[in-house]
Structures are given as C-alpha cells and as structure tokens.
C-alpha cells in the first residue's frame, strides 16, 4: 500500500474516530481537513508523494466556499425554513395535525402518516433535505410526542419522510446526475416518480403494520371520535388554509410562474398571509421567526463548508484514484457488478456526502454499467436506458445514506431541531427500520427496470 | 424554536456573545428582504414579462450574507451540530476538555485557513472593481465577498468566547 | 525542471463533446508527445474549484493551469468576452487569423496583464456556431419575442433585452425543468449535440439557426506566469504547439458531430429554423447598440474592439470574393 492511500484511509479513519467526540461535525470536517493537508505537504517534503498541497493550494477552500454563496438553487433552502417556522409560529402547522389527525380518527399512526404524506408533497416542490426534514420535525414532532408516540418511530418517520425530496422530482441530485453522465434530466425525473412514490407507499404500510403490531407505539389519541360527515366538514375548514398554501407553492410551480427555487419563496411569503390570517402575526413573531431562520440556515450550511474543506483535501491526497481503482476489474457477472457497486455506495454513504459520490465515483462508473451488455428496454424512447435506470439505483442507494449512522445528514438536522431531551441514538434507532424499507425498494427496482423507465417512456413517447 | 442547551453563564463571554448575536439578528432581516425580492421577481416577470438579473443575483447575495453571518451566531447559540452518541454521557469536565482542544486543534486553524486566503480574494475583486458576469447583473462583487473575512473574524470571535467560557467554567471546577 | 505537471481544473466536463472533449485529448497529446516528461492532470468542473474561479485559482498559484473561456471573466474584465465569442463576430476562420496573425494575442495578453492576473493565456480549443435557441413558438418579427423569458447567457442577452425579451441565466441543471414547467418560455445554451443531452428537443420544438451570438467559441489554457516562467523553452514550445494542434482538433470534432443530432431531432418533431433576415437585421442593430455602450463603457473594451473591427473590415475584401455563396436549408 503506498503511502497516499495510507493517508486517505487515515483520514476518514481519524474523521469518524472525531465525530465521536463531540466536536461539532462541521468542525471536524474543516480542521481534519487543514490538519491533513500539513500531513500531506509534509509527505511530498519526507516521503516523496505527489499530493501537492501546500498553504497556497489549500487557499481553494475559499474559492470553494465562495461557490456555496453565489449558488441561487441553495436560496431555497432558508426560504422552506422559513416557511416552516412560521407555520409553526402562527399555530396552523399544529392546526393542520390536528385536523389531519381527526380525520385518520382510529387508525393507528394516523399523524404518522400525515407526516408522510406531507414529506412527498415537500418532496415533489422541493429538493432540499434539511429544509423538508426541519419543517416536518417542527411541524409534527410536538404533536406527536403529545400524543405518546414512541420517540424512535416519530423521528425515523421523520427523517425518512424529508429524504423523500432527493428522489422525488424536482431533485438536484438527479440534476447533478444528469449533468455528469449527459443524460437527459426529464428521463431521470420521471424515471425516479414511481420509485419515490414506492417508498413513500413502503412507509406508510410500515407505519400502519406497526400501528397493529406494537400499539403503543402509535396511540390513538383518547377522545378519537369516528369520522362523521359534520367532523369531516369541520376538519375540511381547518385545514383549508395550510392545503391552500401548498396548493399555491406547488401550483407556482406547476403552472409555472415560479422556478422550484423561487416557489420556495413564494411558500415564505404564503406562510406569512396565513398566519395573518390567523392574527397570530406581529412584530415578536417575525422577529422570531427570522431568528430561527439565521440559526437552522446556519448549522446546514456549516457542514456544507466543513465538508467543502474535507473533500478537497481528500481528493489532492488520492481519494479519487483509490476509489477508482477499488472499483474497476471486478471479477463478478453483470448483476454481481451491480450488487457490489451498490454495496459499496451504500457504504461510503456512510460517511460521505451525496454530492462527493456522484461526482468523485458516478463518471467511473458510467462506463462499466455501459459495457456490461445489459438488456433494458428503453421503448425506443428513453436513450441509454441501461444507464437511466442504473442511475435510479445509484439514486436510492444515496437516499438510504442521508439515513445511515454515523453520518446520515438528514439525522443531523433533524436533530438539530429536536429538543436537548432527544439524542442522536434515538433517532439512529428509529431510521433502521426505514433504511430496511429502503433497501426492500432498491431490489425491486433491481429486478422490475420498466418502474423506471415506463414513465419518461411514456411521458415523452 | 430550537431549545438550545444552556450553557452556564461567564460574564465575559456572554458579553461577546451577546454583541454577535445583536449584529446577527440584525442581518437575520436579509431573509425577509429575501421574501419580498423574490416575490417581487415572480410579479415582474410573469405580471410584466421583465424578470431581472440584478433581482435573480440580489437574491443569493441576500442568502448569502444570512448564511454566513448566521455562522458565528449559530456559534453563540451552541446550535451546531454534534455526534452525542458518546458525548452526551461524558462528564461536564470531558466536555470542558474537548471544546477546548477542539476549537484550538480543528476550529482555529480552519478559520485561520478561510480568514487569510480570502483577504487577497476580496482584494483582488476590489482591485479590478469586480462586476457580475451577466452583463446586467449586480456590481461591486468584493462587497458581498467581503463577507467572507467579515464573517469568518466575527465566527474565530465567537470561538474565543467559547473558550473563555469553557476555560472558566474547567478553572471554577463546575460540575 | 525535467519534469513537469500542470494541475488543471476544467470548465467543461470531459464527457461533454466539443467543450470539454478538446482538453481531455490536449492531456493525453502532452504525455505521449513529451515521452511522459510534461502531464496533465485534468480535474472535472467543481472537483477542485468550480468553472467562475479558475483564473482566480490559476492567478494566485493554487493550481498551475487551467482550461476555461474568457467569456466568464467579462465582470472581471468586460473586453473578455471579445475572446471568447462575439456576436455576429467572426467565424472560426477569421477568428484565428486575428488572434494569431492579427494583434488578437498580444491584446489577449495584455488584457490579463494590465488588469493584474498572473498568468500566461493561450487559446486552446474552437468550436463553430451554436444554435440561436430554444422556442415553443415560431419567431417571425420582432414583436413575437416581446414579453418572452429566455434563459441567455453572455453580451446575446443585452441583445435580448433591447428587444423585450426578460433574460435570466439560470445554470444548465434548472434550464429543463423552468422550460418544461414555463417559468421560461425559451432557452439558449449550446451547439445542438450538446442541447440534445438536456433533452430540450423533448419539450419545446423550434430550434432557431444561425446562432448569430456565437459563431466560433475560443476556449483558453491558462497557465500560472511563475510556473510558465521557470518552464524550459521546449517545455512551453511543447504546451503552446499542443493546444494550437487542439484548436484543429475541436473545430473538427465540432463540425462533424451536430448533423446526425439534428436529423434525429428533426424526425422526433423538431422544427429546424433559419432567423429570416428581419430578424437577423433587428438583432444585428440591437447589437451595435450594445457594442457602442460597451466601447463608451470601458476603454480596453474599446481597445479590442476597435482592432478587431479594423482587422474584419480589412478581411471582408477577402472574404466576399474568395468564398462560395452559403445554400440555406
Ligand atoms: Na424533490
Ligand atoms: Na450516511
């Protein structure tokens, strides 16, 4: 082994051993970063490695910071956390749960699946986790830990139900991905419609099992009445307000007076009428309100500038040429390849970035699933359909990895705005069911490719 | 919202902390600006069919100037984001221990890093009066990179409060 | 030093035919031809430093080289897009006898110089014409493009603007779904094998020619001046004689990969449209409204312009007599 793939290894190896720490994680990125770029201009000096890193070089971090800044996709983010907090602030986010809750009346898991289903309606306006996460938990975690629910089901429905958003179109994952491979973003974002709705199906059905199997885990709330016709009418006039705000962020975009990017803004401002509307909007309010949006805005894009500083240390050490290497020259047949290609970006999303993934190993790749002689029908009208659906998979093994322990950034925020009360481990408990459920979905889309591609087939035949 | 865990007082740090969060909640104004611009752009262009590039760019510099000044004060509100697994259950003197070598060991030379390099980056776009490269777009580029330097001193600030805090509290012997 | 390795951060994926293509081959060329002696290590785009800050990255020696187009410097330098392509500027041809038998290099040079860069520029790649867009309607008069919102990048869209037409220029990632979504009404981004890989041909359907905003695109190696300094004679002969052998390479690679694109994308609907000379007369004074702003705006600008100006009145003489008569269809 030579040296700079010592230096890789010990990089990630001394990452995580950090994390346990304590230390901040946005921290432990950056100064394992800096420290590890002194390591390798010390090895180019003493052990005749190549890394080239040197005080100089290392100034990119900020050339690189400074794109995180002028990205105008990444404004959307503060914008849904706005949003969130602010139906939060007026009342109606909880208003909402209620309602929604009365109308489930005695099924089991009900706000759960609420929660859920919100998650893929985020999901199908936006593309950002942290913000679709943090809405949902500030939405829906009060309600349900009033209601008893078990914590780990809560914040794992949660997590997962925010992770939805990189799948479901619009999806700046799928966007990155077709930019890489040249493949056509329309393809990838109808390809990956029945995909996303399969698991967000998957959960609701976990939800409702575990509602029978374990019912203290999801209470019916004790005056849970049955649904009767002036019940519904009165769910029917408390809900109206929050439906109709998701009816004009998403409408914005469907009828297309807003970029997904701009609805996001549009939802803030929509947020603010309604909780006008409701009188709960002053002064104090927004002051609040914007307040929580610098602090959650900040702790997300913290990881992102650690992480910026970590991944570009780890590519001038060699992490890049180790990776490809690993990859390349498998001895396995064709679906063998595909089973430990997935395998190993499951792993490393462990403890990497979605983002570094499909840039560092998704180009690699593309090749090899091309020369694998696949047999997948396009219709005719999907091009390379071998790769579209290969890029699926890839997709929902990514997703899985915003769920993982120890670095699964959807656990992070979440945790981010959940009460001191609630710990990491809690939630880490609670997302290994729906990493299961996630893995179930990755094997039929394995063997079932037309859940693919019969959409984009279809959609632009 | 967030209920952040209280850290014990120490009348030097909190004064720091207090500064940073009074020029933070005060920029934290940006992303209503950002609301209203972005509406703004909605109405122009489909109300009027003259969407603007200045407005598409006023808009991530708006974020921007939030995300970043948002840093040290996410600082003082001890909201960034840890690992408890172990953490949570170590003694408050571990913890005293840990912030301190971390911030001197991983934090500090990160900032220094980011500090230092952006000065000639700012520089450099004051220099040549950087311009938008969108023909129509926004002027005076190194003002909204000057945020970088700016943001990052007041965020090695936040660090040094955090360390007085710690220091003192490790000094006190509070459990 | 005997050897030599120049880190280049490019702005263009390599997958991509034409922009980026070209200095992949640059890269394998400089190894083969040197014996191994000169490489190049090419970084994708945002890998190590994402496309708008290469020359910042390349001026401060964070990397030695990198492979970009002048175009993204224009709000750093505003004669930079003059290097880069010009509306109803010159073909490719033309371009290249200005740049390195007229004053093109020495101004390309200076231009970089003056405003303090520390680096050294030479053109390394060209391609021919890009299509004038993407629209879900027929343009016939001027008027059918007021009130339109058109993704436009580069001087095209101060054009653009004269003309009614709302301009942003949102990234190549958000161009599919505002199109498809109508949050934009029409688009312009590449030459046609490169626009088939957003699948822009899979929503909106009059795919207008000639792209009068970009005839021929130069595309630049930059290299840092201290490193080109301590570059031995043959080393730097190697690297210039290289890229000038790429700008064979790319305009040829260019030319002969759009007409299958465009006959596949004839026969799935697409309308393939030539602008009828109202229009191409309207863009065309619209656009010396914008070059005599820009010539009041910022003397270096004026500079370029001037002797570029000089250099193509001197060639029309040429070009008028010497050339067949284009068949349009
Ligand atoms: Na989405
Ligand atoms: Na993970």
Redesign the interface.
């Known amino acids: 082994m030579d040296i700079n793939e010592i230096l890789v290894i010990a990089m990630f190896l001394s990452f995580i051993a950090l994390l346990f720490t304590g230390i901040p994680v946005a921290w432990v990125l950056g100064g394992i970063g800096v420290i590890f770029a002194g390591i390798g201009f010390l090895a180019d000096m003493y052990m005749d490695t190549m890394t080239g890193l040197d005080y100089t070089t290392l100034g990119l971090v900020v050339n690189r910071l400074w794109k995180i800044m002028d990205n105008w996709i990444l404004v959307a983010l503060p914008m849904f956390i706005f949003m969130g907090i602010m139906l939060d602030k007026s009342g109606v986010a909880e208003r909402l749960m209620q309602s929604m809750q009365e109308l489930f009346g005695r099924v089991r898991g009900g706000l759960a699946i609420t929660v859920t289903a919100i998650g893929i309606i985020l999901a199908a306006s936006t593309g950002i986790i942290g913000a679709s996460v943090v809405l949902l938990a500030v939405m829906s975690l009060p309600s349900m830990t009033k209601q008893g629910y078990a914590m780990p089901l809560a914040l794992g429905t949660i997590a997962s139900a925010g992770t939805l958003g990189i799948l479901i179109p619009p999806s700046i994952m799928l966007v990155i991905m077709a930019d890489q491979l040249g493949l056509s973003v329309g393809d990838l974002f109808m390809g990956a419609v029945f995909p996303g709705l399969m698991l967000g199906g998957f959960y609701i059905l976990y939800i409702l099992i575990t509602g029978i199997v374990k019912p203290d885990a999801a209470p019916i709330p004790p005056d849970a009445k049955p649904i009767t016709m002036n019940a519904f009418m009165n769910v029917m006039k408390a809900v109206l307000p929050t439906l109709a705000l998701i009816f004009v962020v998403l409408g914005s975009i469907f009828a297309g007076i807003a970029t997904p990017t701009e609805a996001s803004g549009v939802g803030a401002f929509g947020a603010t009428m309604l909780a006008m509307y409701n009188r709960k909007f002053n002064f104090k309010v927004l002051k609040e309100v914007v307040g929580g949006t610098m602090n959650t805005t900040a702790y997300i894009f913290a990881i992102f500038i650690g992480a910026t500083c970590f991944a570009l240390v780890l590519r001038e050490l060699g992490g890049d040429e180790l990776i490809e290497s690993f990859l390349t020259g498998l001895p396995f047949g064709p679906y063998g390849i595909i089973f430990f290609i997935l395998g190993v970006i499951f792993l490393l999303g462990f403890f990497l970035d979605w983002i570094e993934i499909t840039l560092i190993i998704l180009p690699l790749l593309a090749p090899v699933i091309s020369a694998l002689g696949l047999d997948i029908d396009g219709y005719g009208v999907v091009d390379n359909p071998e790769l579209v659906w290969f890029v699926m998979l890839v997709a929902m093994a990514l997703q899985t990895s915003f769920l993982t322990p120890p670095v699964g950034f959807a656990l992070f925020y979440l945790k981010g705005v959940c009460p001191p009360n609630v710990q990491l481990r809690d939630i880490y408990k609670g997302v290994i069911p729906f990493i299961i459920l996630q893995l179930i979905g990755l094997l039929i889309l394995v063997f079932w490719p037309q859940l693919v591609l019969w959409l984009p087939a279809t959609a632009y035949g | 919202m967030t209920e952040i865990e209280k850290l014990p007082s120490v009348p030097l740090a909190d004064g720091i902390d207090r500064f940073i969060q009074r020029i933070g909640l005060t920029v934290a104004w940006a992303y209503v600006a950002l609301v209203l611009v972005i509406i703004l752009q909605v109405v122009l262009r489909k109300g009027f069919a003259s969407g603007l590039i200045a407005l598409e760019e006023l808009q991530w510099h708006l974020y921007a100037v939030g995300v970043m000044f948002g840093l040290s004060y996410a600082q003082t509100t001890n909201s960034h984001i840890r690992v408890d697994l172990f953490y949570s259950s170590f003694r408050a003197k571990t913890k005293h221990v840990i912030e301190i070598l971390g911030i001197l060991i991983l934090v500090m030379p990160f900032i220094a890093i980011v500090f230092f390099h952006s000065l000639d980056f700012v520089a450099d776009s004051w220099r040549i009066n950087e311009h938008s490269s969108a023909p129509s777009g926004l002027g005076w580029r190194w003002l909204i990179k000057s945020t970088i330097p700016i943001s990052f001193a007041l965020l090695a600030l936040a660090m040094v409060s955090r360390l007085i805090r710690d220091f003192t509290l490790l000094m006190r012997g509070d459990a | 030093a005997d050897k030599l390795?120049l880190?280049t951060p490019i702005a263009f994926?390599t997958?991509?035919p034409a922009l980026g293509t070209p200095i992949a081959w640059v890269a394998d060329q400089l190894k083969l031809v040197s014996d191994g002696k000169v490489k190049m290590k090419v970084?994708?785009p945002?890998?190590?430093?994402?496309p708008?800050?290469i020359l910042?990255?390349v001026?401060?020696?964070?990397?030695n080289s990198g492979y970009s187009t002048a175009?993204?410097?224009?709000?750093?330098?505003?004669a930079a897009a003059l290097f880069s392509a010009v509306p109803f500027g010159p073909e490719a041809g033309e371009y290249m006898a200005w740049l390195y038998y007229g004053n093109g290099m020495s101004l390309y040079q200076e231009m970089y110089d003056t405003?303090?860069y520390n680096v050294k520029v030479m053109p390394c790649a060209i391609i021919s014409p890009e299509t004038s867009g993407w629209f879900s309607k027929p343009i016939e008069k001027p008027e059918d493009l007021?009130?339109?919102?058109m993704r436009f990048?580069?001087?095209g869209?101060?054009v653009m603007?004269k003309l009614?037409v709302?301009?942003?220029?949102?990234?190549?990632?958000?161009i599919?779904?505002?199109l498809?979504?109508?949050?934009i009404d029409a688009t312009e981004f590449s030459q046609p094998a490169i626009d088939q890989?957003?699948?822009l041909h899979?929503?909106v359907k009059y795919n207008y020619f000639p792209g009068w905003h970009q005839q021929a695109t130069v595309f630049e190696l930059l290299i840092n001046k201290d490193t080109w300094g301590k570059m031995s004679k043959g080393q730097q002969a190697l690297v210039e004689t290289t890229c000038k052998a790429s700008m064979t390479n790319a305009i040829a690679e260019g030319e002969a990969m759009q007409f299958e694109v465009m006959e596949k994308a004839a026969e799935n609907g697409v309308e393939i449209r030539y602008w009828n000379q109202t229009m191409l007369d309207t863009f065309k004074s619209k656009w010396d409204e914008v070059v005599a702003e820009k010539t009041a705006a910022d003397p270096f600008f004026n500079k370029v312009w001037t002797d570029l100006s000089t250099f193509r009145k001197g060639y029309d003489l040429w070009e008028a007599n010497a050339f067949l008569p284009r068949a349009q269809k």
């Open positions: 390795l880190k994926g997958h991509l970084y994708e945002g890998k190590l430093v994402s708008p800050e910042d990255a001026s401060s020696g964070k990397v175009g993204y410097w224009q709000g750093k330098m505003p405003a303090g007021k009130g339109l919102n990048f580069g001087l869209a101060s603007e009614g709302g301009t942003v220029q949102l990234p190549g990632g958000e599919f779904g505002a498809e979504k109508g949050a890989r957003l699948g899979k929503i």
